[in-house]
């Protein structure tokens, strides 16, 4: 890292998280300055039935404050810059944000050798996941952009000055990410307003 340059890591929607697989394939999202970066990676889930695949989640699921969740998106924000003395003021330059996104979700192994309806369910459930967790990763891609917007040419009087603007500016940001994300949570029940529930209402609708 440069001379005069500071870095600090933060951390976004820090789930604790277990049973993890190899990781799968990662996408990248390029702007100028900014970058995110989302990995996939997955627990195992087992059985042929809809119990036994319950008792699978149940048991294999990330949990949090011993609640279970179906999946987690979790993130890690790095970030640096110059700090520029340009006369009478001091000023940030060569902001650069970077973030690292896992997204854990559940893999269910005997799919290829159960029934046709537990597959069709298996699949919308985890397709209602994967659209859930994706507003989380939504949130905090918005706030990565967010992020270095209000960080590029930030100035103040002195450069000790422009550490602590910038260092309550960050703090705000984040806070202001982790709320987004407690809010939809609430909103969406975790996911169960969005179907990511197991089974799917529509199983015992159409048996």
Not at 132 to 147: A, P
Not at 162 to 172: G, P
């Amino acid at each position: 890292m440069m001379r005069l340059a500071i870095g600090f890591v933060l951390l976004f929607l820090a789930f604790p998280t277990h049973h993890l697989a190899a990781q799968d394939r990662t996408s990248t999202a390029v702007r100028p300055g900014v970058r995110t970066n989302i990995s996939y990676q997955y627990y195992t889930v087992e059985g042929t039935a809809v119990s036994e695949i319950a008792e699978s989640l149940q048991a294999n699921g990330p949990r949090s404050d011993k609640a279970l969740f179906y999946a987690t998106t979790t993130s890690q924000t790095g970030f640096s810059y110059r700090r520029v003395e340009r006369g009478a003021y001091c000023k940030l330059e060569n902001v650069g944000v970077q973030t690292d996104v896992v997204m854990l979700l559940p893999q269910w192994v005997e799919r290829e050798d159960s029934p046709e309806r537990l597959r069709r369910a298996w699949d919308e459930f985890l397709d209602n996941l994967i659209t859930h967790e994706g507003e989380h990763y939504r949130i905090v891609d918005e706030s990565t952009t967010r992020l270095y917007q209000a960080l590029t040419g930030m100035r103040a009087d002195d450069c000790a000055m422009l550490d602590s603007q910038a260092k309550a500016t960050i703090e705000e940001i984040s806070g202001q990410q982790t709320e987004l994300n407690l809010r939809f949570d609430r909103e969406t029940g975790h996911g169960k307003d969005d179907g990511a529930v197991w089974p799917p209402q529509r199983y015992y609708e159409n048996p």
